[in-house]
């Protein structure tokens, strides 16, 4: 499958939001980050958008408690394969970067398919 490419327009816009949003897309069976806006940048505290895409695209739940990472995987998972649901809400914890071993925060993500004109799958997701 062709990575998905947004204009430049909405790119920025998207990237520019102050919301906690990535938008991902299965390739070939990996999930691939296409985009991810500036409040989900620094709720997971990334220094720059390079930095997130790349642990995103190579350990995702590497700040998500042990306990719950199955859980959103098959929930992720699930949502992915699924003809039907187009909305997905997951409760997690996140491990705080300040201090890894003790503390985790309660976060919850809603997400939602994105339908764009251009594309004629349900290949991104939010």
């Known amino acids: 499958m ?3 490419c947004y204009s430049d327009e909405v790119r920025t816009a998207l990237e520019s939001l102050k919301q906690a949003m990535a938008v991902y897309q299965v390739i070939d069976g990996q999930v691939v980050t296409l985009l991810i806006s500036d409040g989900f940048r620094k709720l997971f505290g ?4 390079e930095q997130a895409v790349f642990f995103m695209d190579h ?7 042990p306990d719950d990472r199955t859980r959103l995987t098959e929930a992720a998972l699930h949502f992915a394969d699924s003809e039907d649901d187009d909305e997905l809400e ?3 914890r996140k491990i705080e970067l300040h201090d890894r071993a003790a503390s985790a925060a309660r976060v919850s993500f809603s997400l939602r398919t994105w339908i764009s004109s251009a594309a004629s799958s ?3 997701r939010v």
């Open 46 to 49: 990334y220094p720059n958008r």
């Open 122 to 124: 349900r290949s991104s």
């Open 2 to 4: 062709k990575r998905y």
């Open 90 to 92: 997951v409760v997690y």
């Open 59 to 65: 350990d995702m739940y590497k700040d998500i408690h």
